[in-house]
C-alpha cells in the first residue's frame, strides 16, 4: 500500500476585532440588566431596590418596577382567594397577563403546581368531569366519550366509581339507592346481582331473573316488563327486540284478519237481505 498525501485542517481565521462604537453598545447592553435591578422603587411596597432586591421581570411581556417578594405574594393570593387562573399585573393600567413559565422559579413548586392546577381547570370549563371520590386519590376525570356514562374506572388508582353521582360505584344499586348501602352483605348481594346481570322490576323494583323463554317477564306484583330494557310493557312484545316483532306483526296481522272476516260477514249478510 502506498501512502497517500494527507491534507491539514483548516483554521479559520479570527474574527476581526470589534469597532468601537460596538464595543461600547456592548458594554451598555450588559450593565443596563444591573442597573435596572438596582435603581428603582417598588410600587407596590414603596421600598428601594437596596432592600427589596431583584426586580421582577414579566418574560418580556411588561416590565414595572415591582420586587420579585411583591409579586410572589400576590400570585399567593390570587391563587388561595380568588382562585384565579388568569393573574393580570398588579399595574392598574396594565393589561398583560403574568407568564407562567417566568414566574416557576420565584413562586417555588408547591405554588406553581396549584397554578398549574387551576389552570387546567379553567382550560375545561364547560365539559363533563368529576373527582376520584376516593381521598387517597381525588385525580380530575373527563368524559371524553361522550353520552350518559355511569360506571367508569380512575386512570391514576384504577378503582371504580359512579360518574353520575360522583361516588363509589354501587354495584346493583341505583344512584338514589347508594346511600342506603351499610354493610358488606348489600355489596356482595350488589356485586352478584352486577354479575348474573339481573333486572328489576319498574314498580316494585324487586330484583328478576331471567332464566329461558321469552323476555316479556311477569313480575309477582302483576306486571309485565322487558327483561332486556326494563321498560314497562302491555303486550307481548317491546320495540327494543328485533326479535319479538315477528309477535307484534303476528298481532296486528290477526287483528286485520278479524276485522276483514267481520267485514265480509256483514256484508254477505246484508246482500242476502237486498237480494229477497
Not at 10 to 19: S, V
Not at 126 to 152: F, H, Q, T
Not at 204 to 233: A, D, T
Request: proline share 7%; aromatic share 8%; hydrophobic share 30%.
Amino acid at each position: 500500500m502506498g501512502n497517500t498525501l494527507q491534507t491539514l485542517p483548516q483554521i479559520p481565521p479570527p474574527p476581526p476585532p470589534p469597532r468601537p462604537d460596538e464595543q461600547e453598545e456592548e458594554e451598555l447592553q450588559e450593565r443596563r440588566p444591573e442597573v435596572g435591578n438596582r435603581e428603582f422603587t417598588c410600587e407596590i411596597c414603596i421600598e428601594p431596590a437596596s432592600i427589596r432586591g431583584k426586580k421582577f421581570r414579566n418574560g418580556g411581556r411588561c416590565s414595572h418596577p415591582f420586587c420579585t417578594d411583591c409579586v410572589v405574594k400576590y400570585i399567593r393570593v390570587q391563587l388561595e382567594d380568588n382562585n384565579a387562573a388568569r393573574i393580570n399585573c398588579p399595574a392598574p393600567n396594565c393589561g398583560h397577563a403574568l407568564d407562567p413559565r417566568a414566574c416557576a422559579p420565584l413562586v417555588g413548586d408547591a405554588l406553581f403546581v396549584r397554578w398549574c392546577d387551576v389552570l387546567c381547570e379553567a382550560a375545561i370549563v364547560g365539559s363533563d368531569r368529576c373527582y376520584c371520590p376516593y381521598r387517597n386519590c381525588s385525580a380530575l376525570i373527563l368524559n371524553e366519550c361522550g353520552g350518559v356514562v355511569k360506571k367508569s374506572t380512575c386512570p391514576s388508582c384504577k378503582r371504580c366509581f359512579c360518574f353520575q353521582c360522583k361516588g363509589v360505584w354501587h354495584a346493583g344499586f341505583g344512584c338514589e339507592e347508594s346511600g342506603e348501602i351499610r354493610d358488606t352483605n348489600d355489596v356482595a348481594f350488589g356485586r352478584l346481582v352486577e354479575r348474573r346481570k339481573w333486572n328489576r322490576c319498574p314498580r316494585c323494583r324487586h330484583f328478576v331473573e331471567l332464566r329461558e323463554g321469552c323476555k316479556i317477564v311477569k313480575c309477582r306484583c302483576g306486571i309485565s316488563s322487558c327483561y332486556k330494557c326494563g321498560k314497562l310493557v302491555n303486550q307481548h312484545w317491546c320495540s327494543c327486540d328485533k326479535t319479538s316483532r315477528c309477535c307484534e306483526w303476528t298481532f296486528k296481522i290477526c287483528i286485520v284478519l278479524v276485522v276483514c272476516f267481520t267485514f265480509t260477514m256483514f256484508f254477505m249478510a246484508w246482500q242476502s237481505k237486498t237480494t229477497r
